[in-house]
Every structure is written in C-alpha cells, then in structure tokens.
C-alpha cells in the first residue's frame, strides 16, 4: 500500500522485468463475427482483446471480432506474470492490427481492467510503481534497475497460485509505513544503481509478505544469498517464485550464482530462471518476447 | 519527476529534519521542531477518522515542544487547543502558544500534593477538562502508537538521503522519534543501531527518579512508546556536559540546537570517532531560541559554575543501570525488554 499524490493508499508493486521470456499474440481479425474466441483457459485474454476493440470501434476500418492465438514460455500460475504478459501481447497485437499505437500507460489501463491486477511489464521503458489494481503509475522510480543477475526459483513445484482467487493482503498501519520506507529506499537504489539496496528492499518486501502467503524457505534462501555475497531475496507476492539477487557488476556474482542454483535444485526447488548472467555462461533456450501480428 | 513545489501549510514545512554532514561518517538529522511530526500525523489522522468534529476540542498534557506543535496544527485545523502544564513552563514557549490561540493552564503548587505530583496533577486536570467539553480529543503522546508510527517520514528521508544507515543517536522522552525512526530503518537495516541517551533520574532506563536540571530530556514516568528492544546501547548524560556540547554544536558547526540535541551530539560525536566505518546518524530535535539566555549565555553558565569545566571525553561504561551515577554513562542494553534488563516490569 503506497500513498499517491493526493495520500490515498493504493496497492501497487515494482516488477522484476524477464526479457528472456516473453508471450506472443496472434490476431486473426474479423469483419463478420462479433466476440473473440480463443482457447477456453484464456478468459483474460478474450477480454483483453474484446476490451481493445472496444477502443478502436470509431477507427474507419476496425475489425469486428476475431481469434486470439497465444504461444509462451512462461510457466502459468506461480507468480512470473505469464496472465499479464498474454495480457499485454494481446492488447498489442489488436492495436497494432489497427495501426495505431497505444501508449505503455493506456496499455496498462487496459489490461489492469481485463485481468484485475497485473504486473507492470507494458510499461518497460523505466521502472514504476505501478498500481497494479487500479492501472496507474504512482511514480517514476528511475530509468532503469541496476545490472542484477537473479537465480529464480518454484518455492513449491506443482503449487498453483491464482492471483484473482487471493484475499488482497490486509496490510497493518506498521507494514504500510514500512513499505513508504522501501519506496524511497529503492527510489535511491535505482537513482545510484546500488544492488545492494535493491536486495535489501526486496528482503523487506519479502518479508512483509510471509504473514500472507509465505515461502517457506525465505530465510534459508536469503542465508544462502548473502553467503554468496548476493544482495538479497525477491517474491511473488502472488506466486510461489523466488529470486536471489546478485550484482552483475561483482566478478564473484556469476559463479556465485551458479553455485546457488545448484543448492536449490538440492533442496528439491525447481529453478524458473537465470536473468542477466552473461551470454554463453549457460546453455538455454531463449524465446523471443515480442508481440506480432500477422500480415 | 518532482519539480520543487510549495507546502500546503507552514506545519509541513516544519516537521522533516534537514540532513546535514558533520563530518566522515557523521550526519545529523538537525529538526526545527521535532515533535511537529507526531502532532501533525495524531490531529491529521483524527480529522481524517471524524474524530475532530469542527467544535472538538484538543486537550493535552504538556510544558514542552509538542504543545508547540499542537498549537500550531490547530492554527491549521481551527480548533481550540488546551494545554495543562506546570508553573514551570517556559515564559517564552508560552508566549507562542497564546498568540496561536491556545489556551495553557498552569496547575498550582498545592493541587500537586499528591502521590505522583505535578505529573498526576496535569492528567486530572486533562480528564476533568475534557469532561467539560462537548467534544475533546487527546493526542496522548506518549502511549498513542501513532507518536512511533508518524516517524516513518523521518526513515524515509533518512534512506533516501544516505542510503546506509549504521547507527542512529538520540534523545529519548517519549519514546516516539527513536522508536519509530529506527524501527522503520530495521525494515530494510535490521542491523543498524540505536544508543538512546538519556539524563540521570530518569526512570526510562532504569534510574531511580530523580531531578533532572536537562529540560526536555527523561522522564519521571515510563511512556508506553519506549519500546526497549529498539536500543542496543544507553547513555546518560549530565546537563553541564550537554550545555557544553550544545554550544560546541553552534561553534563547529553554525548549528543552533537546544540542549537536548546537544546531549545527542556529545553521544554521536563519540560514537562516530570509534566507528570510523559506521554511518552515523545523530537526532537534533529542536532549535535554540529558549535557550538563547540560559546555556548560550556564559553569564548563566558562570553563575552555575558550569563555565569552562573540563568534561570527559569518553563515557564510563556501567554494568548496572539501576545504581545511581555520575558522570557521563553508557550501559549495553543489547536490545532487550526493560524487565530483562531491570528484573523488574517498567
């Protein structure tokens, strides 16, 4: 809970952006049939798209329905915001058929009114926090974050959270104090590219976050962290992910890294993701994170 | 982002510290008026609830700065604000809060015979005015958790200026500035230190009550917002080494402090020389002007054979804060509760 300009408290959060991977929308228009169909598990999507043809009803040409096809690499339901990707693919995709481009704001309007509550990747020209229930920016934290490398990983393989199903969390009068703290400590962790304070502020976040839908292992992953000279621990606040967080600029952060990967995988965790270690340190597969529409 | 733009009320731009660099790894937190950030947040937040309906009256036991702030806030809220203090209170800090509209009743001599003396005398007259009134609201600074809480503020600033902080020096009264702003600090800097400094016959820490010449620094009741696990070190200072600390504020760093940042300053100084690694932070609460007759005038100073005494440079480090003590003390309190320190419950 953050304070916006006029002091009303607004739920809102900073995302980790995942260029490696990504979601791509295929817009089949139509001129003849009204509605979007998709695949059945794809609600959010339908509506995204029916919500952005509703934008474009006054272009001279706009289509009237049409089919959505989805392709990701992002695993669903644990947190690494594969809803608000698809989401996000798809709004693009139906105004990028009408050649008109929308704005990352308006893009985030939309797809906080198809899905609820979304992440802030739309908006990856800088980092904000976003209000993620109401499709507001409620400040520009800086251009971009410091170079991290963050070992992700499933705190609970085969656990599936969903984000609509939560209870919003009922944050107390300390926990939202202390979240106006972090906000100013990362609005200088992201003007002086210091990881070590985004660590720290993650820690913190995480760990306002255990009286809510806790990770079990949050300290022991930290401990781990920081004996890795790591900077600290990140989590879905609506997921089972977690990420340990190292500074790219340190030459022990990659080995370091690596190393606690392995340690993961011992305590029976699943690893997500690798973000930000060098090209050719390991073999992976990467996916494009683009959004394209057909000719 | 942020172009600089004006505060709504000059309330506002009263309450946030001005950070200033004393030396390598010494900063200071240097308020006007510190306790302008808990009265502002209590009487804002009591508007905002409806507690604060537009014929309440705001009614508090105080002879010191936060019945400044009250004064003050009610300025800008328009409400009536009532006052009771002792016969002690300070001519000048009177004369303000008249001209803000308040109203300051003095409790007399004889209604303080009684167990718990002027202190008790105030409260029952606190409760007795306020079941006068139609509508009264009591800010209660030193039991409402919003005192600790408003200092949120205070860590934000704080974090956003210096990033690290290592440790954090203060006086403490209330409870409510040392409390507050390094708790809010441990969110991101669990580690980061706080030496609360105190004055001797202070029952804060321990001491038996006694007088206590250093206004505005210890109490002669426990307040509800010390929260004693918050403090990893104490130190008790004497007021003619804290008079002279507060001048040597002034003289060094052009920084016109009352004397219980002056107490502070003596604390950091120290602190901040045997940590050359630590970023120090040390909280000046208010500014100098009541003192401009007394500590900041060495004909005062004189008469009380204050002037040009030689002080420690260092403190005696004590293993039980219960005895009595001279000098200036300090004692590992380890962040602890105040029974697992005195055996006893506050």
């Given at each position: 809970m953050f304070a916006d300009e006029s002091g009303k408290l607004r739920r809102a959060l900073v995302t980790l952006p995942h260029s490696d991977r990504g979601s791509r929308a295929v817009f089949y228009p139509s001129q003849h049939h009204w509605g979007v169909v998709g695949t059945p598990e794809l609600t959010k999507v339908r509506r995204a798209a029916i919500l952005t043809l509703r934008e474009f009803s006054t272009h001279p040409a706009p289509a009237k329905g049409g089919q959505i096809e989805i392709t990701s690499d992002i695993p669903r339901g644990i947190g690494m915001g594969s809803s608000t990707s698809d989401v996000t693919a798809t709004i693009r995709a139906v105004a990028d058929y009408h050649g008109v481009p929308l704005s990352r704001e308006e893009v985030g309007r939309l797809a906080v009114l198809a899905e609820c509550a979304s992440d802030s990747?739309?908006?990856?020209d800088r980092v904000v926090l976003f209000a993620h229930r109401d499709g507001v920016v409620l400040e520009t934290l800086g251009h971009r974050l410091p170079p991290m490398i963050v070992v992700g990983c499933d705190t609970e393989p085969g656990a599936r959270v969903d984000t609509l199903g939560l209870q919003p969390a009922d944050y107390d009068d300390r926990e939202i104090g202390a979240f106006g703290v972090l906000r100013a400590a990362l609005r200088r962790a992201v003007a002086t590219d210091d990881v070590d304070l985004v660590g720290r502020v993650a820690t913190a976040s995480s760990r306002i976050n255990q009286r809510f839908l806790p990770k079990e292992q949050l300290e022991e992953l930290l401990a781990l962290c920081l004996g890795y000279h790591g900077c600290g621990v990140q989590v879905a606040h609506s997921g089972t992910v977690a990420g340990l967080i190292f500074d790219a600029r340190r030459p022990d952060a990659t080995p370091g890294a690596l190393r606690c990967a392995e340690t993961i995988e011992g305590m029976g965790l699943v690893i997500t993701a690798m973000i930000?270690?060098?090209?050719?340190?390991v073999a992976t597969t990467t996916v494009s994170a683009t959004e394209k529409v057909p000719a | 982002m942020g172009i600089r733009t004006s505060f709504s009320e000059a309330t506002e731009a009263y309450q946030l510290p001005r950070i200033v660099q004393l030396g390598p790894n010494l900063y200071a937190a240097a308020f006007m008026l510190m306790k302008m950030v808990p009265a502002r947040y209590i009487l804002r937040r009591a508007a905002d609830e409806g507690r604060l309906e537009p014929g309440t009256v705001i009614v508090e036991t105080t002879s010191g700065t936060f019945g400044l702030a009250l004064a003050m806030q009610g300025v800008h809220l328009d409400r009536r604000v009532i006052l009771v203090s002792d016969p002690a209170i300070d001519e000048r800090l009177h004369r303000r809060m008249a001209d803000l509209g308040t109203v300051v009743e003095r409790v007399s001599p004889e209604a303080a015979k009684i167990a718990g003396g002027y202190q008790a005398a105030r409260l029952n007259r606190v409760r007795e005015i306020m079941a006068e009134q139609v509508s009264a609201f009591c800010p209660e600074q030193y039991s409402n958790p919003d005192n600790p809480r408003s200092y949120a503020a205070v860590s934000e600033l704080l974090l956003e200026t210096l990033g690290q902080v290592d440790c954090v020096v203060g006086p403490v009264g209330s409870g409510g500035s040392m409390c507050g702003t390094v708790g809010y600090l441990r969110a991101v800097l669990p580690e980061c230190r706080a030496i609360g400094v105190d004055t001797h016959g202070s029952v804060v820490f321990g001491q038996p009550e006694g007088d206590r010449e250093l206004r505005g620094l210890g109490m002669g009741l426990m307040p509800a917002n010390v929260d004693h696990t918050t403090f990893d070190d104490v130190h008790w200072c004497t007021a003619p080494a804290a008079y002279a600390a507060t001048r040597q504020l002034h003289q060094r760093h052009a920084l016109f402090m009352g004397p219980t940042s002056g107490a502070a300053y003596l604390v950091a100084r120290w602190w901040a020389r045997q940590n050359p690694s630590a970023l120090t932070v040390v909280l000046l609460p208010d500014e100098g002007h009541r003192y401009l007759d007394l500590l900041y005038h060495d004909a005062w100073l004189a008469e009380r054979g204050y002037l040009g005494l030689a002080h420690p440079v260092e403190p005696t480090p004590i293993d039980d804060p219960t005895r009595l003590g001279d000098g200036w003390l300090s004692y590992e309190w380890g962040r602890r509760r105040y029974d697992e320190v005195v055996g006893v419950a506050a």
């Open positions: 990747i739309m908006i990856d930000g270690l060098p090209a050719g340190t | -």
